[in-house]
């Protein structure tokens, strides 16, 4: 389980996260939404400890991440970053076997629980066939799924994806959102897409300035009032006639 408590952080004279507390109950997928610049990487950048909060405490199954180890946590928690890359002239397996840096016995050979979770990391993302192929051929999508795939084979207990559905067509949007549900991994993503955190997340948190405005099921907070405050659109919101979650259509901005 995740928690956040009290978040606060500030960026010159503003404050661009205010008293931020929310929790992801373990096994949950958490949708972490709001409009550009609401703090949402800020946040996830403070829970993976790369930055840190002026005020209030993250805790990663009960412990407080500020006091772990580099290591813990990197056993623990797997970031899979807004513009990940790497000038690095690497092969595809050798960038998803850096996800097994925090696992290895030795720092200079790959032991054959390490090649195996990089080769099953892969084949979850549906990118068998690439392990050797050199990560600058590869285009945006399938970098996208190769960092997923090396966040997977850390094999965390929590997993803190922002906007990992970027630069994928729909087919694997949904594939990727399927597979981290299905994962069952502790998961707080920041997603843009509002009908794909409706279909997905098992709750929502919106952002809005850096404060919490809304937190609970998809169909509790997605509501016109609530996308016509936050995002500033109209649109309708109507129950999917099977699973009851929110299927949203926006309308064309007034001219
Ligand atoms: N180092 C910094 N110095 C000044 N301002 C910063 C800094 N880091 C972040 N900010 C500001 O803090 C706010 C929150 O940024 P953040 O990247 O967390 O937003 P976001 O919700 O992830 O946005 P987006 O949806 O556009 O990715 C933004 O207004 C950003 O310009």
């Known amino acids: 389980m995740l928690t956040v408590t009290g978040v606060c952080r500030s960026a010159g004279a503003r404050w661009i996260l205010d008293d931020v507390t929310c929790a992801v109950p373990a096994g949950s997928l958490v949708g972490l939404l709001g409009p550009n610049g609401c703090g949402k990487t800020t946040l996830l950048r403070i829970v993976a400890r790369l930055a840190a909060p002026e005020v209030g405490r993250v805790t990663v199954d009960g412990d ?10 990197a056993r623990r928690a797997a970031l899979l970053a807004q513009h990940a890359d ?37 084949a979850r993302v549906d ?11 590869l285009s945006g999508g399938e970098r996208q799924r190769v960092h997923l795939a090396r966040a997977l084979a850390q094999q965390p207990r929590l997993l803190l994806l922002d906007e990992p559905t970027n ?23 920041a997603l843009h897409d509002l009908n794909l955190a409706a279909m997905f997340c098992d709750t929502v948190v919106v952002l809005a300035a850096g404060q919490v405005v809304a937190a609970g099921a998809p169909a509790e907070v997605l509501t016109p009032h609530l996308l016509a405050d936050v995002y500033g659109v109209h649109a309708d919101v109507a129950a999917h006639p099977t699973t009851g979650r929110p299927v949203i259509t926006y309308h064309p901005p007034a001219s």
Do not use: F
């Not at 407080?64 to 946590?73: E, N």
């Not at 990118?127 to 051929?137: K, M, N, P, V």
């Not at 994928?168 to 399927?178: E, F, K, N, T």
């Open 64 to 73: 407080d991440v500020a006091t772990l180890s580099r290591t813990t946590l």
């Open 167 to 189: 630069h994928l067509d729909i087919g694997h949007q949904l594939h990727l959102l399927h597979l981290v549900r299905r994962a069952g991994i502790t998961t707080l993503a």
């Open 86 to 122: 790497t000038d690095l002239d690497l092969t595809v397996i050798e960038v998803v076997l850096l996800g097994r840096t925090p696992h290895r016995r030795s720092r200079w050979a790959d032991s054959a629980a390490d090649s195996a979770a990089a080769t099953d990391a892969l």
């Open 127 to 137: 990118l068998d066939g690439y392990a050797d192929r050199r990560w600058h051929t």
